[in-house]
């Protein structure tokens, strides 16, 4: 039987949704998404099926409240979706630390290209658009008790929250409302941890993310401090995020 060509391998998929193959393959036998089988037995998905999947799946997942869609300065002035030669060549991309107005104010922005820059970032259409927007901040649990205490904080109001369950919700999530911040939660086991930050770090679509571990004593896996912002144990509140940002201000 041949394969017409709109259909994805599971590898193809994975990229798309930021996941694993085995990942893929375990949303195929809990029947979220429907595939077809090569004659060398390999899965074959739909196009139209995954992105129907993806626009199925968000509104049953706790949302991003007032969510925004999100750019980075070389996404903002791409032509047609391409990146433009001179924005590679920029510390803001290369480095992807720090946005590109946070490098403008430093005293060592020598590699900062200010391909698009004006004379104060003030007059920037970028600027305007992103300034003052209030943080999104993923929670990846499975605890009910950790959810609501985030959920009825004070300082709700201060961030964009959206919660996720397991690695395909939130997934998901970062397809369409991309998070500043990932709370993830360690008691889902430590091997899972670790592979759920490593596969954060590489995403590509949230290449600024800071990834903040949070449990208890002898649960924060090892071999991905590169990977994770923080490590911070339980009780964690909103007020903490407040003092890691506070904190990486003061070291940029």
């Known amino acids: 039987m041949a ?55 968000l509104p049953s997942v706790t949302r991003l409240m007032e969510g925004r869609p999100f750019l980075y300065c070389w996404d903002f002035n791409s032509v047609e979706g ?31 290209a200010k391909l698009f820059c004006k004379d104060s970032c003030d007059e920037c259409s970028y600027y305007r658009l992103v300034k003052g927007q209030r943080p999104n901040v993923l929670i990846v649990t499975d605890k009910p008790e950790l959810r609501a205490s985030l959920s009825t904080s004070c300082r709700v109001s201060d961030y964009n929250l959206g919660f996720a369950d397991c690695e395909y919700q939130c ?3 970062i397809e ?28 590509p679509r949230i ?23 923080a490590f911070v ?8 995020l407040d003092a890691l940002r506070s904190d990486l201000e003061r070291l940029n």
């Open 171 to 173: 997934s998901m999530l």
């Open 207 to 229: 290449q600024l993310v800071k990834t903040i571990m949070v449990g208890n004593r002898g649960q924060f896996p090892s071999g991905c401090d590169r990977e994770v912002f």
């Open 176 to 203: 369409n409302y991309r998070p500043d911040y990932v709370i993830l939660d360690c008691s889902m086991g430590s091997e899972r941890s670790r592979d759920f930050a490593r596969h954060l770090y590489a995403d």
């Open 3 to 57: 394969i017409p060509k709109e259909h994805l391998s599971t590898g193809q998929v994975a990229r798309l949704c930021s996941v694993t193959p085995n990942a893929v393959l375990k949303w195929i036998k809990a029947g979220k998404l429907t595939a077809l089988r090569t004659p060398g037995g390999h899965y074959r998905i739909q196009r139209d099926m995954v992105k129907s999947v993806l626009g199925e799946e």
């Open 233 to 240: 144990e339980l009780p964690f509140t909103l007020e903490t």
């Open 82 to 112: 391409i990146i433009q030669e001179g924005c590679r060549d920029c510390i803001v991309y290369r480095a992807r630390s720090r946005r590109c107005y946070e490098v403008a104010r430093s005293p060592n922005d020598a590699e900062h």
